[in-house]
């Protein structure tokens, strides 16, 4: 029997996430596509497909279409959400459901349309875009439609999104295009630069999650790590310290401090005062960095919470979206604004 429902997805760059209306976050898997090159063939989707990243044939080839938080593979990405929208529906049909999904602060109208339709090719009635960071605070429970400031820094996997909100829309905000995949790539730079090894994506976001920290004094760790050594090609082991991992990730860091900055520098006064004042919500997967919130306070002299769900607070603003649409509605980009017709 068709039906008609609410679903909230955040469709972030390493996982995506999807909330039903009445049922709660009904599916939470890696944003990863398998395919088979030569047949063109989807084998493997979330979960499936990660597990096969840097381990198949050469045939066959592991996708992540979302990058730094927006689309680049507008085909993969319709497969992949297909997948996950039957997927947390039990497979039933659906009969164009309304879908909030969430998107980096600074994208372009390009990439807006490029979300849009994506979703609206899944079948959607209607889609509406709502701002990540603004979805983050929501989702972290912050009461951003007071007349009083509210400031958020959500880290994900290919962006960090900052925002300074007030009677429920954004005053000031930031994308900075880094995130956890970023935070990884740096871990494989360091080490190959260190001991000439190359260890693989996977390998190095153990390091950071095992050992790695974002401030100095954060934790006191070591781990042995495996990788191919690209002077014989053969097999090699080191032992990696957090402190090194501090270090490959200090210029990430540092860009991510310095957004931070700009968007409190053009905050009004009076809204920075209440910043100051209330403290900064840190949410995210990759605000689980150890000693994150430390190293944040420590560099603004602003203190910074870790959200009680960091992971979770994005899509728990898309089901506040679509439990208040009378209240955020008009503030949302739609389909409909946008002229965007389902397939």
């Known amino acids: 029997m068709a039906f008609s429902t609410d679903i909230g997805i955040d469709l972030g760059t390493a996982s995506v996430l999807v909330y039903v209306r009445g049922k709660g976050i009904v599916l939470h898997e890696p944003a990863v596509v398998a395919v088979e090159q030569q047949l063109e063939k989807v084998l493997a989707v979330g979960v499936a497909a990660q597990r096969m990243l840097g381990r198949t044939p050469g045939n066959i080839v592991a996708i992540r279409p979302l990058r730094e938080g927006v689309i680049a593979d507008f085909d993969i990405t319709e497969v992949m959400l297909k997948h996950f929208l039957a997927a947390a529906m039990d497979r039933r049909r659906l009969l164009r459901p309304r879908v909030v999904v969430c998107i980096p602060a600074g994208v372009t109208s390009v990439e807006q349309k490029a979300v849009l339709e994506a979703i609206a090719r899944t079948g959607a009635r209607e889609t509406f875009l709502i701002e990540e960071p603004r979805a983050a605070a929501l989702g972290a429970g912050l009461n951003i439609f007071e007349p009083s400031g509210s400031m958020v820094v959500d880290v994900g996997g290919g962006t960090c999104d900052i925002a300074v909100l007030s009677m429920g829309e954004i005053v000031e905000s930031a994308s900075v295009r ?3 995949d970023k935070f990884d790539e740096a871990i494989i730079r ?49 032992t990696v310290s957090t402190q090194q991992i501090v270090e490959a990730l200090q210029d990430l860091l540092a860009a991510i401090l310095q957004g931070i900055k700009e968007v409190l ?15 900064v919500v840190l949410s995210g997967g990759s605000a689980l960095l150890n000693g994150f ?7 603004t002299g602003v203190p910074f919470y870790l959200a009680e ?35």
């Open 178 to 180: 880094v995130g956890g």
């Open 190 to 238: 360091y080490i190959k630069n260190e001991y000439n090894i190359l260890i693989g994506e996977r390998t190095a976001e153990l390091l950071k999650i095992n050992i790695g920290s974002a401030h100095p004094q954060g934790r006191s760790l070591k781990a042995e790590v495996r990788g191919r050594d690209l002077v014989t090609g053969l097999p090699r082991s080191v």
């Open 265 to 279: 520098e053009r905050t009004p006064p009076e809204l920075a005062g209440d910043v100051c004042s209330k403290g």
């Open 293 to 299: 919130t430390r190293f944040l306070s420590q560099e």
């Open 309 to 343: 769900d960091p992971i979770s607070c994005v899509v728990k603003g898309t089901a506040y979206a679509l439990e208040n649409m009378g209240r955020l509605g008009d503030t949302l980009l739609s389909s409909r604004k946008l002229s965007v017709v389902s397939y």
